[in-house]
Nanobody, 121 residues
Framework: QVQLVESGGGLVQAGDSLRLSCAAS????????MGWLRQAPGKEREFVGR????????YYADSVKSRFTISRDNAKNTMYLQMNSLKPEDTAVYYC??????????????WGQGTQVTVSS
């Protein structure tokens, strides 16, 4: 059974940093993108960024580029989202998810339960 478990969310002030973790289990993720997505209250879920599990190549949404960094530790089967210079508009539930590299870019096969990030002004 595949499980993705996020942790590290919390309440911070604008300008602070926070690191989220996503611990994966149940399968190997070679050939997958591991991604972070977020959903703010009353808004649609949006893409934040992703990393290719094998090669470590990253890609980010423009809204977070230069502030957020995704990394992974293959030995620990864990992905991270380092968030710097946080803004109130970054407030959302953050989800980690996984999809096949050769799959539909809009469809993720596995999802975590989400972790709340709240940024106060």
């Amino acid at each position: 059974q595949v499980q993705l478990v996020e942790s590290g969310g919390g309440l911070v002030q604008a300008g602070d940093s926070l690191r989220l973790s996503c611990a994966a289990s149940g399968r190997t993720f070679g050939g997958y993108f591991m991604g972070w997505l977020r959903q703010a209250p009353g808004k649609e879920r949006e893409f934040v960024g992703r990393i290719s599990w094998s090669a470590g190549m990253t890609y980010y949404a423009d809204s977070v580029k230069s502030r957020f960094t995704i990394s992974r530790d293959n030995a620990k089967n864990t992905m991270y989202l380092q968030m710097n210079s946080l803004k109130p508009e970054d407030t959302a539930v953050y989800y980690c998810a996984a999809r096949r590299v050769d799959g539909d870019s809009g469809h993720y096969d596995y999802w975590g339960q989400g972790t709340q990030v709240t940024v106060s002004s």
